[in-house]
């Protein structure tokens, strides 16, 4: 209760200090504001995926699942109904909505995620570029497995799905892509194994890179490593909604900028 507590009122301070487009001086980070954060449509693959998630939300359907990330005192399996996974795991509709404007808006080719969970985030990250890969890892067997299962229903051709530890996943994928172009950490909120990710792809990063980072204020201990990654001599600015952190390598932003921008 009181870590909840503590992130409401962190909330509040951000829902009513954030800027908005007029606090932005930056023509890139403008044209972001305007073209991606602002864009209201609602295409009709949005309804595809959401009418999956409901679906998921109303089953009756439980998982041996063994958990990995942060919170997990064992990593013994325990059974979990696919609802609540659903509903406390995968990041909501605007979110997995935006992901799809960002992947239009800079049309990237080699897109990575860590922590697949029921796939809602990855689906749409698929919808927006049919004609790249989306590599998902998920350290769940039976929840990546269900993940795929939702994955056909949507009849997405172009995920490929990894299964297993991020830490022995990850190097051994990395080794196999030329080039990261957008990716999605959402697996272990802790700042250790979120900087130690961070780094590894920093190998494969680029000018044009988008790196975003899940719930960056959800603990101290994320914050902390938030501000570590705001301060990496690679990164040139990046962008808080408070709950994702959006990262940006543009070496066209001669000044390093941190913006907190409502939405």
């Not at 503590?6 to 800027?19: I, R, S, V």
């Amino acid at each position: 209760m009181g870590l909840q507590w503590e992130l409401a009122k962190k909330y509040l301070h951000y829902y009513f200090t954030a800027g908005n487009r007029h606090d932005v001086h930056s023509p890139f980070v403008f044209d972001l504001v305007e073209k991606v954060l602002r864009d209201k449509k609602k295409p009709a693959v949005f309804r595809e995926i959401e009418q999956v998630r409901k679906s998921l939300l109303h089953s009756a359907e439980t998982l041996q699942v063994t958990d990995l990330g942060a919170g997990s005192l064992t990593n013994a399996g325990r059974e979990r109904r696919v609802s609540d996974i659903t509903r406390h795991a995968a990041k909501p509709p605007k979110f997995g909505q935006l992901f799809y404007r960002l992947i239009q808006y800079f049309q990237p080719e080699y897109l990575l995620e860590l922590g697949t969970s029921m796939g809602m985030s990855t689906a749409y990250m698929a919808k927006a570029a049919p004609s790249a890969t989306v590599h998902t890892i998920e350290g769940c067997p039976n929840i990546a497995a269900r993940a795929g299962a939702n994955f056909k229903a949507l009849q997405l051709q172009n995920i490929k799905q990894h299964v297993g530890n991020f830490d022995t996943v990850l190097p051994d994928l990395l080794k196999e892509l030329p080039r990261l172009d957008y990716v999605y950490i959402d697996g272990n909120h802790r700042s250790v194994p979120t900087l130690d990710y961070f780094e590894q792809c920093l190998t494969k990063v680029h000018n044009e890179s988008l790196f975003i980072f899940d719930d960056i204020h959800w603990t101290p201990d994320m914050e902390a490593a938030w501000h570590i990654i705001q301060q990496n001599p690679r990164v040139t600015f990046t962008v808080d909604l408070f709950f994702i952190g959006l990262v940006f390598f543009r070496p066209d932003m001669k000044v390093k900028q941190h913006f907190i921008l409502k939405y």
